[in-house]
């Protein structure tokens, strides 16, 4: 037990992870701190595992998850214990209660992992293995990691989950795919049985279950790349795309890096907001749009291609953007010339940040030229030709010249 001193006082509040062994898998220390807690708080399913231990009061989790969050620490300074599974700083309610305490308030005790059993049972390297879970999340967002050879690891949301992801692949053209459905792992009712995505699962899933999928190699055609540049054909649209060519060339001057927020203006079928949450599972983007359909359509875009958790804000820029989180970068795909259009989004743009802004009109460049007047930045003209037949020949045929301004925000003195 952590001793109190002036500078680290004694935790009032312990998170335990328990497995599904139960008190048999805890250490003495975990066994005194729940024994001795004056509230115990956890799911019914923890509480069951130790029901013998505690002599405090003990409140099953409530819903919404929030509440049972408040109902903890409105408790600070008594003698609190938390149960969770397993480990739980990961996808668990440790990191959440972490949010909320200062150092040195919470202890926590952490169990084995159903991820690090997972891998002990299949012997699998946990280090070439992808974790993604579809509690309370929608299953699309296991798409980036479909590559191939791939070992993913999904945490379920409940018995319907397997189910739900094996007929996923299958509308993907992945039925291939080696699934294993791992429950109640560490416990005494502990299964794992494998089955091949077209094939269905096992009828008789446990509710605490954990997929493992094993991605072949030769499906790598139906797998999405892993750069910047998708085909057009991967996006639904009404012809107000950025192109292939010119969209790997503008997610380039964005550059995008982990954790940081992209605001797309004018997202027409959100192309470039999609791949830029495609570059990292941390990146995240805005598309402002002005007409519903299209609006609707980026986000069918999205979801088919794994990042459901873009943000698309229906409406008209400037106007738009108040409100909005502060932009780590900016791309304008349409509206740059209208009226404080590039104003405002400079203005909101972080120092230190990138604008990217495409023209293919001349009343668009000539704001542009203002604007590396303004701001500085580059120009840079874009002129992509692609061979077409003529007749019963062939020749290239160039697309509309693109120009591009990028330019950085200058940091803060």
């Not at 502990?190 to 190699?217: I, T, W």
């Not at 972080?350 to 009343?363: F, T």
Request: hydrophobic residues 45%; proline residues 7%.
């Amino acid at each position: 037990m952590p001793e109190r001193n002036m500078h680290n006082p004694a935790p009032w509040l312990s998170v335990i992870g328990v497995g599904e062994d139960g008190l048999s898998g805890l250490s003495g220390t975990a066994r005194d701190l729940i024994a001795q807690a004056e509230y115990v708080f956890g799911g019914t399913r923890h509480l069951a595992l130790v029901a013998t231990l505690p002599q405090g009061i003990c409140t099953a989790w409530p819903t919404p998850f929030s509440e049972g969050v408040r109902q903890v620490l409105a408790l600070r300074g008594r003698q609190v214990v938390v149960l969770a599974s397993g480990d739980p700083f990961f996808y668990g309610v440790g990191g959440v209660l972490a949010r909320s305490l200062g150092v040195g308030e919470m202890l926590c005790l952490p169990g084995v992992s159903s991820v690090a059993l997972a891998c002990a049972r299949l012997g699998w390297a946990r280090e070439q293995c992808h974790v993604v879970s579809v509690c309370g999340r929608p299953v699309e967002r296991v798409r980036p990691f479909l590559q191939p050879q791939a070992r993913l690891l999904v945490l379920s949301a409940d018995a319907t989950s397997p189910r739900l992801l094996a007929e996923w692949l299958v509308g993907l053209g992945l039925g291939a795919v080696r699934c294993h459905v791992l429950e109640a792992l560490g416990g005494a009712n502990e299964r794992c049985r494998s089955f091949v995505a077209e094939d269905g699962p096992p009828p008789d899933v446990g509710a605490l279950n954990l997929l493992a999928l094993e991605v072949p190699a030769n499906l790598s055609a139906l797998c999405l790349p892993r750069c910047a540049g998708l085909p057009d054909s991967c996006f639904e649209h009404d012809g107000q795309l950025t192109r292939q060519d010119i969209r790997a060339v503008t997610l380039s001057a964005l550059a995008p890096r982990t954790g940081e927020l992209l605001w797309d203006i004018g997202g027409g079928a959100g192309s470039v907001s999609i791949e830029w949450m495609l570059a990292a599972p941390e990146c995240r983007a805005i598309t402002i749009e002005s007409v519903a359909e299209r609006a609707a359509r980026i986000m069918r875009n999205a979801q088919a291609l794994g990042v459901p958790d873009l943000l698309v804000v229906q409406a008209r820029a400037p106007q738009g953007l108040d409100g909005l989180d502060m932009p780590d970068a900016i791309f304008v795909g349409g509206g740059a010339s209208r009226p404080g259009v590039l104003e405002q989004a400079w203005a909101a743009l972080r120092p230190g940040g990138r604008m990217v802004v495409n023209a293919v009109v001349v009343e668009t460049e000539n704001r542009l030229l203002q604007a590396v007047r303004e701001w500085g930045g580059r120009l840079t003209r874009l002129s992509i030709a692609r061979l077409d037949a003529v007749g019963g020949f062939h020749a290239f045929r160039p697309a509309m010249t693109v120009t591009q301004w990028v330019a950085s925000k200058p940091d803060k003195a």
